[in-house]
């Protein structure tokens, strides 16, 4: 089955403490991309992946780092979280860019205390 | 720069009713246009696309039709049933201005029997 996995789909941290949510798609997809999602203001795209080794900064990128070793994965870190990048974060991958869907993952629902 | 208005929600209607959500957009060169829909818990599925000037994207009985003049892509649906009560996002791509997607803030549509 196609899908785009996150883990995990809930996690509740403290300031400063490391983390890592990680994004696998099994359609060996060449775009994908990390987003957060906040009441009122929609979905922000954080970075986005054109390739492996390629990354690029979305709209909102500070406080965050991506990295993309191989084709399928692509983790989002958070270095020292903050508690207003509490979000709902989604990753996802699509084929190309202009003409094929965007599949997304389920979401990982991320507090910061 | 790139941009995506949607109209503010919630909206609710009646089962059978019909409905149109607006959406306007802001983008160089010539975008792509989609609706994506997200059900409760869930991450956003593409609903329909129209990637040049004039096209109608058609899914599940929703439509939208690129309008370039009026630089809109509103949806709408001519008898809305309970199971679309969900939340819809405008999106466009251009690769005019990098490879980001910009998102509407979303709309809301809770149809009641």
């Known amino acids: 089955e196609a899908q785009v996995t996150q883990n995990p789909r809930y996690l509740i941290t403290v300031t400063g403490k490391k983390l890592t949510v990680t994004c696998s798609q099994n359609?060996?997809?060449?775009?994908m991309s990390w987003y957060r999602q906040d009441p009122g203001l929609g979905l922000r795209q954080i970075y986005y992946s054109m390739n492996v080794e390629v990354t690029d900064k979305g709209d909102v990128p500070e406080g965050y780092k991506v990295s993309r070793k191989e084709k399928r994965n692509f983790p989002l870190i958070l270095e020292s979280p903050s508690p207003n990048q509490t979000s709902l974060y989604f990753c996802?991958?699509?084929?190309?860019?202009?003409?094929?869907?965007?599949?997304f993952g389920q979401g990982t629902r991320l507090t910061v205390v | 720069g790139n941009s995506v208005t949607q109209m503010e929600g919630p909206v609710t209607l009646s089962e059978e009713a019909f409905l149109t959500i607006n959406c306007t957009y802001t983008a160089t060169g010539y975008p792509s246009l989609f609706w994506y829909v997200q059900y409760p818990g869930e991450g956003l599925q593409l609903l329909l696309k129209a990637t040049k000037a004039d096209d109608k994207g058609s899914n599940k009985g929703f439509e939208a039709t690129y309008r370039k003049e009026t630089t809109s892509f509103h949806l709408e649906k001519g008898s809305v049933q309970v199971s679309d009560s969900a939340v819809y996002f405008c999106a466009l791509i251009s690769l005019n201005t990098g490879n980001q997607f910009y998102f509407g803030t979303g709309t809301s549509l809770t149809v009641i029997p």
């Open positions: 996802a991958s699509s084929f190309d860019l202009m003409n094929t869907e965007a599949f």
């Open positions: 359609m060996n997809h060449e775009y």
